[in-house]
């Protein structure tokens, strides 16, 4: 059994930065890409920044020059740095990876969600 468990969520003054980690774990062989999603209330679940395995990074324009993206391959890791945090940066954060378990195929995990607000 695979599963992804998020930390790092939490209220922070707008201009501030936050940073989340996904770590995975399990049966796994290999992951694939990583990434970070956002829902906000009302809003449809859009995607924030994503990670290869080679490290190739993809980023949001709403987000490109504030937020990094990282990962740790022997950590099975996925870290978010945010910088200047904005009001609208506000949502509930999802890790994602689409994992090779030891004993299943390709599948697409996500974790239970973080909570980021950005208030002053």
């Known amino acids: 059994q695979v599963q992804l468990v998020e930390s790092g969520g939490g209220l922070v003054q707008p201009g501030g930065s936050l940073r989340l980690s996904c770590a995975a774990s399990?049966?796994?062989?290999?992951?694939?890409?990583m990434g970070w999603y956002r829902q906000a209330p009302g809003k449809q679940r859009e995607l924030v920044a994503t990670?290869?395995?080679?490290?190739?990074?993809n980023y949001a324009d709403s987000v490109k020059g504030r937020f990094t993206i990282s990962r740790d391959n022997a950590k099975n890791t996925v870290y978010l740095q945010m910088n200047s945090l904005k009001p609208e940066d506000t949502a509930v954060y999802y890790c994602?990876?689409?994992?090779?378990?030891?004993?299943?195929?390709?599948?697409?995990?996500w974790g239970q969600g973080t909570q980021v607000t950005v208030s002053s």
């Open positions: 994602n990876a689409g994992i090779v378990g030891r004993y299943s195929d390709y599948l697409p995990y």
């Open positions: 990670i290869t395995s080679g490290g190739s990074t």
């Open positions: 399990g049966s796994i062989f290999s992951i694939n890409a």
